[in-house]
């Protein structure tokens, strides 16, 4: 047993921190994880609270409720202070777990949503690039501030500009069109087309508006329509499988994701060095997927990444304990292929789910997944108490679970080819005319990729200059 006020604090790194200020050391060390799972724990219910926030209202709405909560949550945290001040920073970091997965959710689906699904995967991973960019920003903050409280107001305040881009970001013309507001989104695509020197589809228009006055006869015709729910996720059997799989699949990369960044800063060698590999090793993963999906496909490189991230950190988490310095020195590198892997499975996850899923219900369905991954999240974190009956036992499980999770990712349909689906229906038929196989690669330049013209990825495997010879 230890006593607080027998502590020296070593401040060459930090001059004060939170486990300092909240005495959490000796016997109160355990509560260490338990505050960190608060945050993820907030993340799972926020993944669900703005996905259905996003579908109901809106998707700028949504994210603008997000900036505010997640901001000033992370702004008056560094405020608790006094005997309650644990409980209050809990409780508002709980808050900032809701309004972080909210913004990133609801800004991944109303980019996907605003692009073409020629753009779609490229938008879908690209996001992710500032999204690492922050992580390292915050690194840079990190190590020039070394005052927790300080930490926490520079971190959180300037989240409030992001309240500018109401005025700037037009609402999805997708979720519009879904809620039936179709002035709206002709308005949105007019404006469009004028920026970027096109015409606007008029006829598109006039076909839209005669399908939706025959869908506002029938509504007076018929009984009203059934809106699709959550639980359409889990109905037919061939919909709820797909479902389960994915959600399994978010929980598996988010746990080895997040139990390979906090891990990252225990690792030997400096700690902010640690700590910027890790996180910087995640841009090249996501370069990665934007430069092989469209021609190896989706499900293929889920599958590999998986199985990758999960037999790095089974290695990774064999050597731990080790003093020899090659050692530690493979065992970063082990950590950084994992991180490498989970960030590329991250970044698919997204897209793949996206795709995968119809509009009707494709922010319920990513939140559905976003709010099985939180629990992985935790579940990183408690593995921690495992260290003590066996000190490689948190990573080697990550590692299991990842490799389960890139065997079962071959179940999946393949959408590389398909386009978005709008309805339920659409949804069920993903993949069906695809004769793609597990190991097709289709050989596709970056130009042809991402030129103006419209792309199309061939669902048999075949690219273009193999379709010329067959006509010769």
């Not at 950590?335 to 509009?359: N, R």
């Not at 069920?428 to 990825?457: A, H, P, W, Y």
């Amino acid at each position: 047993m230890c006593g607080y006020e027998d502590l020296v604090f070593d401040r060459s790194i930090m001059r004060s921190t939170l486990i300092e200020e909240y005495q959490l050391l000796c016997g109160r060390s355990g509560l260490r994880t338990v505050y960190n799972a608060i945050y993820m724990l907030g993340m799972l219910f926020g993944s669900y609270i703005f996905g259905w926030i996003s579908d109901s209202y809106g998707r700028m709405k949504s994210l603008m409720v997000a900036v505010v909560t997640v901001s000033l949550s992370g702004f008056l945290g560094a405020f608790c202070s006094g005997p309650m001040g644990l409980h209050g920073y809990a409780f508002l970091r709980f808050l900032t777990g809701m309004g972080g997965i909210g913004c990133f959710m609801v800004c991944f689906v109303l980019a996907v949503e605003h692009v073409g699904y020629k753009y779609t995967m490229l938008i879908g991973i690209a996001i992710e690039i500032p999204f690492a960019l922050g992580e390292a920003l915050l690194g840079v903050e990190a190590y020039f501030i070394r005052d927790w409280t300080t930490l926490q107001i520079v971190a959180y305040l300037p989240l409030l500009l992001l309240l500018g881009l109401y005025w700037v970001v037009p609402e999805s013309v997708r979720w519009l069109i879904g809620a039936g507001r179709l002035e709206e989104a002709k308005a949105i695509i007019e404006n469009a087309a004028k920026a970027n020197g096109r015409e606007a589809p008029v006829h598109l228009f006039k076909t839209a508006t005669i399908v939706s006055s025959d869908i506002e006869n029938a509504k007076h015709a018929e009984a009203p329509e059934v809106k699709a729910t959550v639980l359409d996720l889990f109905r037919p059997t061939k919909m709820a499988l797909r479902t389960i799989n994915m959600c399994f699949q978010w929980f598996s990369v988010t746990m080895c994701y997040y139990g390979l960044s906090f891990a990252s800063t225990s690792l030997a060698g400096d700690k902010f060095s640690n700590y910027f590999l890790s996180v910087l090793i995640e841009i090249p993963g996501y370069i990665f997927c934007i430069l092989v999906m469209d021609s190896w496909g989706r499900r293929p490189i889920l599958s590999f990444c998986q199985a990758m991230s999960g037999i790095a950190c089974i290695f990774c988490g064999l050597l731990q304990g080790q003093t020899d310095p090659g050692l530690q020195g493979l065992q970063v590198f082990l950590s950084l292929i994992g991180k490498f892997g989970a960030s590329a499975s991250f970044a698919i996850v997204y897209v793949y789910t996206a795709e995968m899923f119809p509009t009707v219900i494709r922010n319920q369905a990513v939140g559905t997944c976003s709010l099985v991954a939180r629990i992985g999240g935790i579940t990183s974190l408690l593995l921690d108490l495992l260290k003590v009956y066996w000190l490689p036992a948190p990573v080697f499980i990550m590692g299991v679970v990842a490799t389960t999770a890139g065997a079962l990712a071959v179940f999946f349909p393949e959408t590389l080819g398909e386009k978005l689906p709008e309805t339920m229906d659409e949804a069920f038929r993903i993949g069906e005319n695809s004769n793609r196989g597990f190991c097709t690669f289709t050989c596709t330049s970056v130009k042809e990729m991402f030129s103006e013209e419209l792309k199309t990825v061939p669902r048999d495997g075949f690219n273009n200059q193999a379709m010329d010879v067959e006509k010769e």
